[in-house]
């Protein structure tokens, strides 16, 4: 592996407790795409949110880039600004149309003017397919269509890794197919990745590494024909066997 572009040692993040993350240890390298699967309940969201620090660990350490995230004398901001994040909701801001959509956050953010954000966000629009919807407000979109300009606004802030948490799973499944195909593409172009999903077609072909995770612990990680196509742990088994 390249120099880690994220890595996790020893992470624990418990909420009263709830011992959500007991022990995680994760190295992910430059440009390499993980795919996180594991039942509902298991930490997934936690382990993402963990590495942007939208929660604080209550033990262990983060790096993102080289930089220690979990460092409290740590720039927040800066650390935020190089990390990518895309949810289940798309969360746009419904006021504003597509193209206010990916500049506000590069001028409040980044600071750049009206008219270098303006150029950033017909890039990234044209990148997600979606140029004709610059003026257009989310409403008027399908679910799919917001996704992908969620997906457009993370990459308007040139991030060096885009985490994904299960983002098509509010989808209609015939809308599943074009978001999955814009993060195949950032895949291609040499994006380091994290998705926790349940599109195992996706996981299988895609995935440099998938990782499994039950009860707040790295169950068994491993190549995607490994992991989904013979795992080695029951309970990996058993979720998987539940999906189809
Ligand atoms: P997953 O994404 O794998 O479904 P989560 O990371 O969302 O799992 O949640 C794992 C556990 O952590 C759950 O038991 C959930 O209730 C708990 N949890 C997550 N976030 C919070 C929070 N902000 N406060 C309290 N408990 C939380
Ligand atoms: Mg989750």
């Known amino acids: 592996m390249s ?11 418990s909420f009263g407790d709830n011992d959500v993350l007991r022990g995680i ?13 594991g039942p509902s309940g298991s930490g997934k969201s936690t382990l993402l949110r963990c590495v942007n620090l939208l929660e604080e660990p209550t033990e262990g350490q983060v790096f993102v880039g080289g930089t220690e995230v979990t460092d409290p004398d ?3 901001d800066a650390v935020r600004r190089r990390i990518g994040m895309v949810f289940q909701q798309f969360n746009l801001f419904p006021h504003l149309n597509v193209t206010e959509n990916l500049t506000l956050p590069q001028r409040r ?10 150029a ?11 140029s004709e919807k610059a003026d257009a407000y989310p409403s008027s979109l399908s679910g799919g269509q917001q996704q992908r300009v969620a ?20 989808l209609d499944p015939e809308l599943v197919g074009d978001v999955l195909a814009v993060m195949r593409m950032l895949a291609t172009e040499g ?8 599109e195992m077609t996706f996981a299988r072909e895609v995935a440099d590494r998938v990782v499994f995770m039950d009860g707040g612990v790295i169950v068994e990680e491993g190549s995607p024909e490994q992991v989904i196509g013979s795992p080695r742990h029951e309970r990996t088994r058993h979720f998987l066997s539940r999906l189809l």
């Open 109 to 118: 953010v980044l600071g750049r003017d009206k008219a270098s954000a303006a």
């Open 74 to 76: 740590v720039d927040i």
């Open 3 to 13: 120099r880690p572009e994220i890595q996790v040692s020893g992470l624990h993040k």
């Open 191 to 198: 994006m380091t990745m994290m998705v926790v999903t349940h």
């Open 25 to 37: 240890d994760l190295e992910i390298g430059q440009g390499e795409v993980v795919c996180v699967i």
């Open 151 to 170: 997906i457009a606004r993370a990459l308007a802030m040139g991030p060096e890794v885009m985490l994904f948490d299960e983002p098509t799973s509010a």
């Open 120 to 130: 950033v966000a017909a890039e990234n629009l044209a990148r997600v397919g979606l």
